[in-house]
């Protein structure tokens, strides 16, 4: 039996034990008022990811939907083909990615765990996908807490990952050929955060490595290739701990909405061997820097921030 709890107009049904929920009794296309925008973002706190069925934005109604939680980016830091009339959408369309990659039937640029861009030095915030083509099976979104995964450390390992600060760029072997690697060798970004970062509106402490951004040697600053390495592996385990996750079966016009502060996500790998096309539209709100368990900001080694308008 599903539960449900409800809160003012909205019905908040919780999908995992730590993680997800959707939200129903809202329609995304109207004019929302305050009080319900507080209740989606406070919601969005408390679950991490949010979800929202059989919304069937448009462009425009996605941006404005967006632009009611903060500055929206440029779609991304090295994408050059949103929607016309649109620089704030990425499209995740496999149609596209023959170009980046010369596999058509790609799913998504990247289907590992991954906080999205923390090469940069302010990550973005969140980010809200809209589905519109999907397959009629496969394709599935895995979001994980971060948060939780934090706090089920052993006491030593949550003291020691307090302490550690990461590397983090463009470093997967994904990026390091083709178009999309060249666009990353012409524009590099590069941050040192904390393994534990602060959230700055709950206060809560977050597991934040992500396996995309930290995945080669001496990305942990103070250790050794191996023994960072080692770190990463134990924390990489950790953080896809199945109870700490959720799995979304997309239908078109399905909004998520997840905290990038207190997430990794896994994109699908299961369609490259079906003729299927799959095709969502992200906008991501700017985010702040990222600070640690003893205050201190991130750093800023190579790009810029990345500004919202």
């Known amino acids: ?3 449900t709890v409800q809160s003012l107009g909205l019905d908040v049904r919780p999908l995992s034990g730590y993680t997800g929920a959707e939200i129903h009794g809202v329609d995304l296309r109207a004019d929302l008022d305050d009080a319900t925008i507080a209740e989606i973002r406070s919601t969005l706190l ?21 632009r009611r939680f903060g500055l929206l980016t440029p779609a991304h830091p090295h994408e050059t083909e949103p929607p016309e009339g649109h620089p704030e959408i990425l499209p995740i369309d496999s149609r596209r990615y023959a170009k980046l990659f010369g596999d058509r039937r790609k799913a998504t640029y990247d289907n590992g765990w991954h906080t999205d861009v923390t090469a940069l030095v302010n990550p973005p915030a969140g980010s809200i996908l809209r589905a519109d083509i999907v397959p009629p099976y496969g394709g599935d979104t895995a979001w994980t807490n971060l948060v939780a995964a934090y706090e089920a450390l052993p006491e030593p390992l949550r003291a020691l990952a307090d302490s550690l600060r990461a590397r983090h760029s463009f470093n997967a072997p994904i ?3 083709g178009v999309y690697g060249q666009r990353i060798a012409s524009n590099p970004l590069v941050a040192i955060h904390p ?3 602060v959230h700055p509106e709950t206060g809560e402490r977050a597991l934040f490595v992500s396996p995309s951004f930290t995945a080669r040697d001496n990305n942990i600053i103070g250790l050794s290739a191996r023994q960072s390495q080692r770190v990463l592996d134990l924390l990489y385990e950790q953080i896809s701990r199945p109870e700490f996750t959720v799995r979304f079966k997309w239908n078109p016009g399905d909004i998520a909405f997840w905290d990038n502060r207190a997430t990794a996500h896994l994109g699908p ?12 539209y992200r906008v991501t709100l700017e985010g702040d820097v990222p600070v640690g ?17």
């Open 46 to 66: 408390k679950w991490k990811v949010v979800f929202f069925r059989d919304q069937h934005l448009d462009h425009a109604q996605q941006v404005a939907f967006g």
């Open 293 to 309: 368990v003893d205050g201190k900001e991130s750093e800023l080694v190579a790009g810029s921030p990345f500004l919202g308008s």
């Open 195 to 197: 393994v534990v970062r």
């Open 269 to 280: 790998s299961d369609l490259s061997h079906l003729e299927f096309d799959r095709v969502l």
């Open 1 to 3: 039996m599903t539960s």
């Open 175 to 177: 990026f390091d050929s």
